[in-house]
């Protein structure tokens, strides 16, 4: 079940950011350097908040 994108406050499901990260590696064919490998930072920051959202929406909906 996708989580609800209201319930989460704006934040952007993790499947989507997961998805992200997933493109930018291919793109850079597993070499990360520079702005690259800031935006991964990036994304995976935002990914660890989005996953924490979707767990605490599934608790409150417990």
């Known amino acids: ?15 989507v ?10 793109a850079a064919q597993g070499r ?3 702005d690259a ?8 920051a935002e990914w660890t908040v989005a996953v924490a959202a979707e767990r605490t929406d599934v608790v409150e909906a417990a």
Request: aromatic fraction near 6%; glycine fraction near 8%.
């Open 37 to 44: 490998r800031v935006r991964y930072a990036e994304l995976v």
């Open 1 to 15: 079940m996708s989580p609800n994108p209201s319930a989460l406050g704006g934040v952007r499901s993790a499947a």
């Open 32 to 34: 990360l350097y520079g």
């Open 17 to 26: 950011v997961n998805e992200e990260i997933r493109r930018l590696v291919q």
